[in-house]
């Protein structure tokens, strides 16, 4: 079965850009989450989606946003790019029922000049 | 809200070395406990889960994990390490019973280095 993947894997962009980054979950799996990872702050949950309905949401300010396909494919937006959001960006897809595992993609390294 | 706490940022070993590394978690109900590694260059992947049933659950690669319900602990364990192990290495915590849309809460992640 293959894995998450995420597209694309590197971006470069700079400040006040905006940026769209797409994940595509393991078959079968209907959630999709959203973390960043910086050296700094760790791992940080930034949104959940299921069914095309936003589930949960991290304390990230509303320039983070998202959103679920009927497919499950899921994309996520940055608009306003600051410095501060160059990160790794990962998607993980959860097995359908509990318990619960989330399957992380590779990510997508995101860089702001 | 959960919290995990990982007490060591960096370690260092050398081959054939027992490996502990610390993860602590603060919740007030029950939790679903998770360690995942992310080798160098490469994503996150799952080392080995707790859900219920017996408290010492192994993964892949002779990891082995003891969940101490007294001590909010879920200590990462191998009894010799690899230079192959040399990675980063995730404790993560999510409250069981939920409906899916619970977050996954990460401690801050530990440094192994294995020296060969």
């Known amino acids: 079965k293959a894995g998450v993947t995420q597209t694309p894997r590197y971006l470069i962009k700079t400040r006040g850009q905006q940026v769209t980054l797409s994940c595509s979950p393991i078959?079968?799996?209907?959630?999709v989450s959203w973390y960043q990872q910086t050296p700094g702050q760790g791992l940080q949950f930034l949104f959940e989606?299921?069914?095309?309905?936003?589930?949960n949401k991290g304390n990230f300010p509303g320039r983070f946003s998202g959103r679920q396909f009927s497919n499950s494919r899921s994309e996520m937006n940055v608009s306003t790019l600051e410095l501060g959001d160059s990160a790794l960006y990962l998607c993980?897809?959860?097995?359908?029922?509990?318990?619960?595992?989330?399957?992380f993609g590779p990510g997508t390294r995101l860089t702001v000049l | 809200a959960q919290s995990v706490s990982q007490h060591n940022h960096h370690v260092i070993l050398s081959e054939a070395a027992s490996l502990e590394l610390g993860c602590n978690y603060s919740?007030?109900?029950?939790?679903?406990l998770f360690w995942y590694v992310q080798y160098p260059g490469q994503h996150l992947q799952l080392l080995l889960k707790?859900?219920?049933?017996?408290?010492l659950v192994k993964g892949i690669k002779g990891f082995e994990a003891e969940f101490i319900k007294s001590k909010f602990s879920f200590n990462l364990r191998k009894p010799s390490v690899q230079w192959s192990d040399t990675a980063e290495y995730f404790c993560?915590?999510?409250?069981?019973?939920?409906?899916?849309?619970?977050?996954?809460?990460f401690g801050t992640g530990t440094r192994l280095t294995i020296i060969p």
């Open positions: 993980a897809s959860s097995s359908p029922g509990p318990p619960y595992t989330q399957y």
């Open positions: 707790y859900f219920s049933g017996d408290p």
């Open positions: 993560a915590v999510i409250p069981r019973g939920s409906l899916g849309n619970e977050k996954l809460t």
């Open positions: 989606y299921f069914s095309e309905t936003q589930r």
């Open positions: 919740y007030g109900g029950t939790v679903n």
């Open positions: 078959s079968g799996h209907r959630s």
